[in-house]
């Protein structure tokens, strides 16, 4: 055994650092199952301390190190490289709320908590922490920080940007940065805090988070709405924010092969409207005070859209098993592709004024040059970001479909960027589009990225390979 695994086997105790083929498995594949990765080990560190002494042995050892948390990532982020160099620091074990503090609205979790757990502690308390993805129960603090995770609530509180007040984070050469501050309020230079959320682990390692909470709901409403076209959507949505202001929480886009396959995979579920539509909204409405009359107000909103032909049909959960249902199609649309096979995904975002253009021009091209493909897009309309994914119906013309990725690519990112938008939304780079970045990134853009790798990371040992690669340049 090397020298390095001796020494991070007695910084961690020898159960948690993991050699064994078997024991490793787990940890080197992403979710999606599109990246395996090989790893010198898998370290588990129990605490600040010990990933500090870990992560200060590797930059001694000039070993890299790869962060991984909860690995729901969908873009390679947290899988090591095919060489099998680096050591992966699973941060699993970091699991403690240190602090709630109910009065300021903020609570200091370590980075292996999960986000449910997060919100768990949140409610103990009467208060909120927003965010939320379906991979809720197993996706950890750490990640959703490092990947700056959106999920359905970022038309009324952002992304977890604009929820992270203060981080701790263990630096490439083992130190430790305290910027654990629940300060609304902090005008003393550079926010650092900024520039390791959404850095997907390649400047440091983040260990804590301070994250920001808010008044729970009292009164939630939610409504699957069916839609014409996705311009109907765009004017609905425009129509509910000018009718209840932001009250309106989640404004999802579902279009009907997205049902459709939620439908076939998904047991229990079923289509709440009798007749079939193209597009579908999920919407729901939240107020914190108790009987503020949500359900008549949403209600009233739609009855106008129908009767103004603005809206073909419409279905109000009247209780909360309903709307339970209502977002269990939304939330399983990801597992239902999964279980249908492999897709070419794309995690986009473009002006929310610039989507009904964009799919009607996307729609086009595509069917064009792979006449038959069934296009599968869902998503949050409110901040603009589409989960677009394209495969072939038949199994049997997939894998030559799925061949044929970079094609596919090229036309969905070109029309994005033509529309002013983004080819990652909230997912990331990682490895998945680690060199489509330059295509699509401003070379001044891309050189200050390379210019604050260097500086964190100048031995380019923090998680190579993602975002940019191991020397700091894109591509």
């Not at 994250?211 to 009164?219: A, I, S, V």
């Not at 199994?395 to 529309?419: K, M, Q, T, W």
Request: glycine share 10%; proline share 5%.
């Amino acid at each position: 055994m090397s020298d390095l695994i001796e020494t991070l086997r007695a910084i961690v105790g020898a159960s948690h650092c993991l050699v064994a083929a078997d024991d490793t498995a787990p940890y080197l594949t992403d979710w999606r199952g599109r990246y395996t990765g090989a790893a010198q080990a898998v370290i588990l560190p129990a605490d600040t301390a010990e990933v500090a002494a870990v992560v200060g042995a590797c930059a001694v050892a000039g070993c890299a190190v790869v962060p991984q948390g909860g690995n729901t990532g969908l873009c390679g982020g947290a899988t090591p490289l095919a060489d099998g160099a680096a050591v992966v620091v699973n941060l699993s074990r970091l699991r403690r709320v240190r602090r709630v503090d109910a009065d300021n609205n903020a609570i200091t979790v370590e980075a292996g908590v999960t986000l449910a757990a997060v919100q768990a502690a949140a409610a103990e308390v009467d208060r909120l922490f927003p965010l939320s993805l379906a991979s809720e129960g197993s996706c950890e603090v750490g990640g959703f920080v490092s990947t700056n995770a959106g999920g359905v609530q970022v038309l009324r509180y952002g992304n977890s940007r604009e929820l992270v007040l203060g981080l701790e984070v263990v630096l490439p050469d083992g130190r430790v940065w305290d910027g654990l501050r629940a300060l609304r309020k902090d005008n003393t230079g550079y926010d650092l805090k900024q520039l390791f959320i959404g850095a997907e682990g390649t400047l440091g390692v983040v260990t804590a988070a301070t994250l920001k909470l808010f008044p729970r709901p009292r009164d939630t409403v939610t409504a699957w709405l069916a839609l014409t076209d996705p311009a109907a959507a765009v004017s609905l949505l425009g129509r509910l924010r000018a009718g209840v202001g932001d009250r309106v929480t989640a404004f999802e886009l579902v279009s009907r092969p997205s049902l459709d396959l939620v439908l076939q995979h998904i047991p229990g579920t079923r289509d709440p409207l009798a007749a079939v539509h193209p597009w579908y909204a999920l919407v729901e409405l939240s107020d914190t005070r108790v009987g503020s009359g949500l359900d008549e107000l949403l209600e009233s909103e739609l009855a106008h859209a129908i009767a103004d032909g603005a809206l073909p049909d419409a279905i109000v959960a009247t209780s909360q098993t309903q709307a339970n249902a209502l977002w269990n199609l939304r939330e399983n649309i990801s597992e239902a592709q999964k279980r249908e096979g492999v897709s070419i995904k794309h995690d986009i975002s473009v002006p929310v004024s610039a989507i009904p253009a964009f799919l009607g021009r996307a729609g086009e091209r595509l069917a064009a040059a792979y006449p038959g493909v069934r296009i599968v897009c869902f998503g949050h309309l409110g901040d603009g970001n589409l989960h677009y994914n394209l495969s072939r119906p038949q199994h049997d013309e997939n894998d030559a479909f799925i061949g044929r990725s970079d094609d596919v690519n090229r036309i969905v990112y070109e029309l994005v960027h033509a529309s002013g938008g983004s080819i990652s939304a909230e997912h990331g780079i990682g490895q998945l589009k680690r060199d489509i970045l330059p295509l699509y990134k401003p070379a001044l853009e891309l050189e200050l990225m390379r210019r604050v790798k260097r500086a964190f990371d100048p031995a380019g040992l923090m998680n190579p390979g993602k975002v940019l690669d191991a020397q700091g340049d894109a591509g």
